[in-house]
Nanobody, 125 residues
């Protein structure tokens, strides 16, 4: 089992950058694929970015390709989401997620095993 705690959200202006962090508990962090999702008011939770357990493969939603970057530090048991050139439409609660399968993380939001509590990102125009 793994517990996830996000941090780094806040209020920024369009064009700014922000880095989210997700700290994971447990000694099995390296066995999990990790992902970031977001949910805006009135909308469903959507996939943003994912990274395989090895860190060798990353996936991004089309809306964030070229602007966001996911990475992981297995020594610190932490996954990051670097967000650049932020837009008002990026405003949402951002959630960290973990699952043994990168396929689940990237394509099956309903089956993801572990979630963090979320961190609010607000981008003003």
């Amino acid at each position: 089992q793994v517990q996830l705690v996000e941090s780094g959200g806040g209020l920024v202006q369009a064009g700014d950058s922000l880095r989210l962090s997700c700290a994971a508990s447990g000694r099995t962090f390296r066995s999990y694929a990790m992902g970031w999702f977001r949910q805006a008011p009135g909308k469903e939770r959507e996939f943003v970015a994912g990274i395989s357990w090895s860190g060798g493969t990353t996936h991004y939603a089309d809306a964030v390709k070229g602007r966001f970057a996911i990475s992981r530090d297995d020594v610190k048991n932490t996954v990051y989401l670097q967000m650049n050139s932020l837009k008002p439409e990026d405003t949402a609660v951002y959630y960290c997620a973990a699952d043994h399968s990168i396929v689940v993380v990237t394509t099956m939001v309903q089956k993801v095993n572990y979630w963090g509590q979320g961190t609010q990102v607000t981008v003003s125009s």
